[in-house]
């Protein structure tokens, strides 16, 4: 292995007990760490705006909440959970005036630091803790004694034990269960937005949808369509996250193997992977972090206006119809405890 990769015998779960940790947000990812800590025996404290939607369910289920800055001023571990756009005026106002030496700033993806959206003190250890894989899955899988991989990173170490804390929050949240990657916020930053941008979200959607536009512009049922073209997606994907890419072409008929190698290289040509080249310079330069926050701060016109357009494409009523008759998807990855 090239990587450093910890599991629980690694981590020390007495040195997060023994802190105070304010969870900034309670999202995907927050409701997931907080509740977790909780269960792992850690003090936490949620910080929430006035206003958030998110307080009335924190605190259904049985969590203290506080404004952010109330937290961050209780708090010697501080978590942001909030999203990426809202963190950098949210450090500014809240976090920073109640920030001392001693306290330590943790992130759950490297985007502010990555940036330069967020500069925090030298004073103040700073750390990443950053599940790869959705929130709710994080808390899922914790529930069921198991856990989600993480990153971990150190961006500053002013104590010299800020590895050594943040190796015991991920043991706090199950990350250490499934082990613990060590990198840096520049290539878990870089690497995530490729990866969500170019192939698991951006690159998959596109996918699934063409191929679908595909068959049903040439006359074939959308059900049927859906089918090929989405459903038995999961099922495949299983197969590979099983066995890589080998278990996938071991387990399907020859026929589709002999397809896989003949033509997926035509769908997926030069001309694809030049486009995720470029994609990943824009990564590197900032080039898409500054598009992405001037986009927030002009009020999302293109976000909400490609969200609507992907909402309104004929696969999700297709899809929506055919799940109705699906018994075996009865638990929604959304749904935790
Ligand atoms: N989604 C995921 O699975 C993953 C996310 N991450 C990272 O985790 C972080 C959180 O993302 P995610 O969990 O998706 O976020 P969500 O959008 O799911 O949740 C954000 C939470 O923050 C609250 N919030 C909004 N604005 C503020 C603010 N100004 N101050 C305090 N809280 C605020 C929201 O409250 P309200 O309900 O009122 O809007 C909500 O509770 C991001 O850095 C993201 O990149 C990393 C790995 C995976
Ligand atoms: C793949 C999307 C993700 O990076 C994640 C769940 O890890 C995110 O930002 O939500
Ligand atoms: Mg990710
Ligand atoms: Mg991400």
Redesign the pocket.
Known sequence: MSVEVYYDDDADLGLIQGRKVAV???????HAHALSLRDSGVDVVI???EG???RAKAEEQGLRVLT?AEAAATADVIM?????T??R??YAESIAPNLAPGKALF???G?NIRYGLIKPPAEVDVAMV??K???HLVRRQYADGKGVPCLVAVEQDASGGALALALSYAKGIGGTRAGVIRTSFKEETETDLFGEQAVLCGGAAALVQSGFEVLTEAGYAPEVAYFECLHELKLIVDLMYEGGIAKMRYSISDTAEYGDLSRGPRVIDGRVKEEMRKILGEIQSGEFAREWVAEDESGRPNFRKWQAEGAAHPIEETGAKLRGMMSWVDRPITETA
């Open positions: 900034i947000g309670y999202g995907s990812q927050g910080g929430l705006p958030s939607k998110s952010p942001i959970l909030a999203p990426d809202a963190q005026s949210l992130f759950g993806h985007f950053a599940p894989g959705p929130g």
